[in-house]
């Protein structure tokens, strides 16, 4: 079955830094793959998504993510982190129809 | 509009009590979710509709009673909950192409006592 992990539980960056968050994916096929944010109490927020075709896939509020077959991943990153970025991250996968297996999320913390 | 409307955005409820969430959209998405999520965790699929029927129930506990009464509303019932019920619950609408994303509403945050 599709499945994603996301190693890094917790990740503090400088406000202006550069920030990579890690997905790896387990599925045999090029799979459809997402990246979602979510604030303290909000619902999720769709970051961005990969379907096929150009690996390097840009979203919103200025992170990208790049699919690397050969490493199984699906790392999220963003050039500099604002104060605002601070939130969960979930890296993605649909199961069956379009309900989603969520990794166990990456908490991103922006000092200042 | 890309909206997915919850209510209520709080909720606190006793163990013999009986209460509704209740979830909108109108992007015409024909394929609507309801998750569960703890705190520090992940979100996880409690039910999915398709096409105002469901299609997927992931071994979810009688007490919760979804019904989608058209292609805009989802419900969940509520009835006799545990305090370990305690949790956000997510509404989430998609097209039913394969890939597509989900869009997810604000939440309702659910306090058992």
């Known amino acids: 079955a599709q499945s994603v992990t996301q190693p890094d539980i917790h990740i503090t960056v400088s406000e202006g830094a550069s920030l990579e968050l890690r997905c790896n994916y387990s599925?045999?096929?090029?799979?459809?793959l997402f990246w979602y944010v979510q604030s303290p109490g909000q619902g999720l927020q769709l970051l961005l998504k990969?379907?096929?075709?150009?690996?390097l896939v840009q979203g919103i509020k200025g992170f990208e993510a790049e699919f690397k077959r050969s490493q199984s991943s699906f790392n999220l990153r963003k050039p500099s982190v604002h104060w605002s970025d601070a939130a969960e991250y979930f890296c993605?996968?649909?199961?069956?129809?379009?309900?989603?297996?969520f990794g166990t999320g990456t908490r991103l913390t922006v000092i200042p | 509009d890309t909206e997915v409307t919850q209510t209520p955005k709080h909720l606190v409820m006793g163990m013999t009590n009986k209460k509704s969430l209740k979830c909108e959209q109108h992007?015409?998405?024909?394929?609507m979710y309801w998750y569960k999520q703890k705190a520090k965790k992940p979100p996880e699929l409690m039910f999915v509709?398709?096409?105002?029927?469901?299609?997927i129930n992931e071994s979810v506990p009688s007490r919760f009673s979804p019904e989608c009464p058209n292609s805009s509303l989802l419900n969940l019932h509520l009835h006799a909950l545990q305090p370990e019920d305690s949790a956000l619950y997510l509404c989430?609408?998609?097209?039913?192409?394969?890939?597509?994303?989900?869009?997810f509403g604000q939440g309702t945050r659910l306090t058992v006592v």
């Open positions: 989430a609408s998609s097209q039913t192409r394969p890939g597509t994303e989900a869009f």
């Open positions: 599925y045999g096929a090029t799979p459809y």
């Open positions: 990969y379907f096929s075709g150009d690996t």
């Open positions: 993605a996968v649909p199961t069956g129809a379009n309900n989603l297996f």
């Open positions: 992007m015409g998405h024909r394929a």
């Open positions: 509709y398709s096409y105002e029927k469901l299609s």
